[in-house]
């Protein structure tokens, strides 16, 4: 059974850095992307970053290029993203996903974690 597990979620200052963690296990394929995702309350999900397992490519949305990060440890089997610079507007549950189709950008997710609220305070 896949999982996945985010945390590092939390109450930060504009301006201020978290570091999200999304663990993953049960996973068999050869080829994945990992994607994160946020939804803040009364709007759409908004795709933020990927990776790809096939060449290490990666996806920014253009709200959060420049301030985040995303990489993975494989040995870990866990995907991080360091969010800096961190705006009031970045406040929302953020959502780890896993497809079985490498590449980046990612359209179409088969397994999802369960979210990680972040909240940035002005």
């Known amino acids: 059974e896949v999982q996945l597990v985010e945390s590092g979620g939390g109450l930060v200052q504009a301006g201020g850095s978290l570091r999200l963690s999304c663990a993953a296990s049960?996973?068999?394929?050869?080829?994945?992307?990992i994607g994160w995702f946020r939804q803040a309350p009364g709007k759409e999900r908004e795709g933020v970053s990927c990776?790809?397992?096939?060449?290490?490519?990666?996806y920014y949305a253009d709200s959060v290029k420049g301030r985040f990060t995303i990489s993975s440890d494989n040995a870990k089997n866990t995907v991080y993203l360091q969010m800096n610079s961190l705006k009031p507007e970045d406040t929302a549950v953020y959502y780890c996903?896993?497809?079985?189709?490498?590449?980046?950008?990612?359209?179409?997710?088969?397994?999802w974690g369960q979210g990680t609220q972040v909240t940035v305070s002005s």
């Open positions: 996903a896993a497809s079985v189709v490498a590449g980046c950008p990612q359209y179409d997710y088969d397994y």
């Open positions: 049960g996973f068999t394929f050869d080829d994945y992307a």
């Open positions: 990776i790809s397992s096939s060449d290490g490519s990666t």
